[in-house]
């Protein structure tokens, strides 16, 4: 197994060598020497160079401190999946209308007071149009404006009277990774026992 291993790695490295052998030694035919194919071909041969540069100095590092190249690794695989797994704010409006249907099939008398408020809450920033989404990539927030989208006044238009940053986390009511938006579901937990 070892063998064929090493002649295949033996194979890819002399096609390799020879692509690169022409590469080098294929020459501008007169007619293109000075225009714009020229420039184009240029180009591109530095940009194949500037990327087997990049590459074999990643390499190089990755070799040299392989601890460090796993941590960044499993951190960018761990950003990208979760950046695949983002919710929308669809995902959201159907989770709540999930858990609005639910807790329609129980009486109100069980419903546990925190959760019922909570979709009551969420509903009637929904209806008023306040509800919004601020997507990182991998994370999601929802969040509570002070005025719908469509709102004109001076008050909503203002930017000195924006919400301010430090101040925002108090707007945030939920926050969605990996598929989930944890806040609603947490408040869901139990909705049907009355505490």
Sequence with gaps: MTNKILHLRNLLTNRASNIKLNLTNAKMPERFKGTIVEKWVNYWKQLGIDYKEAGTSFYEEAK??????SIYTSIGMLIYFSSKKNPSETDFIEN????????VLVHESCHK?????????????????????????????????????GVSVYKAI?????????????????????????NLQNKMVDYDVNV
């Excluded at 709540?96 to 807790?103: C, E, G, K, S, V």
Aim: aromatic content about 18%.
């Design 96 to 103: 709540l209308r999930n858990y609005n249907n639910d807790l």
């Design 113 to 149: 007071p925190e959760s019922s408020n909570h979709v009551k809450f969420i509903q009637r920033c929904f209806n008023e149009g306040i509800l919004r989404r601020l997507s990182l990539g991998f994370i999601s927030f929802m969040w509570v404006a002070d005025y719908d989208k």
């Design 158 to 182: 203002c930017p000195h009277l924006q919400p301010e940053y430090l101040t925002f986390h108090k707007r945030i009511i939920d926050v969605g990774f990996w598929g989930k938006w944890w």
């Design 64 to 69: 040299a401190k392989p601890v460090k190249t």
